[in-house]
């Protein structure tokens, strides 16, 4: 699994997050069931947009506020920037979500599988914010984190693939 490493693109939520969109449900009447399957679609559907949206402004906000630090863009270009991006995001959410409400609608037993792939797609979407985390900081600041991972006894060179700050040893 690589890492993007272009300063200038935004990762886009892709398919590491379609498992726990199509598991995602929000609760429109109260009730705690969908009464149908007409609800249960929507309710998925609904939750789905609302996972892909959240991932899509984290991923996002941080990768342009590293972008915004560095001058390149100022605060109304990142703003129009992440609004972008969540909307398109949350167009792809809504079909995924959509067809894998479906599937379970059909497919009920289908929820166990999902959830465990689930799984492995939030470590990689896990590791992306951190990524997108990372690069926002200055220098300092990832030396500094650098070395009280290092101080706590974590490595955080196999996080951030041996780039920046924590590919050299902290300075005691």
């Known amino acids: 699994m690589g890492r993007e490493r272009d ?5 886009r939520a892709g398919w590491e997050v379609a498992p726990a969109a199509g598991l995602a449900s929000l609760d429109l009447n109260g009730s705690g069931t969908a009464l149908g399957g007409g609800e249960f679609v929507t309710e998925s559907t609904l939750g789905g ?3 892909y949206a959240i991932y899509q402004a984290l991923l996002s906000a941080m990768r ?17 920037s992440i609004a972008t991006t969540v909307w398109e995001s949350s167009k792809q959410g809504a079909v995924v979500s959509a067809a894998l409400g479906v599937v379970l609608l059909v ?3 289908m929820t166990l599988p999902l959830t465990l792939v689930g799984a492995v797609g939030l470590g990689k979407a896990s590791l992306d914010l951190f990524h997108a985390f990372w690069d926002g900081l ?3 600041q990832q030396a500094n984190l650098n070395r009280a991972a290092f101080d706590a006894g974590v490595n955080l060179r196999r996080f951030v693939d041996g780039g920046g700050a924590a590919a050299a040893a902290p300075a005691a």
């Open 64 to 80: 342009t506020e590293a972008m915004r630090r560095r001058g390149e863009i100022d605060r109304a270009t990142q703003l129009q």
């Open 138 to 140: 200055s220098p300092e």
């Open 49 to 51: 947009i609302a996972v």
């Open 107 to 109: 497919f009920p037993w």
């Open 7 to 11: 300063p200038f693109r935004i990762p």
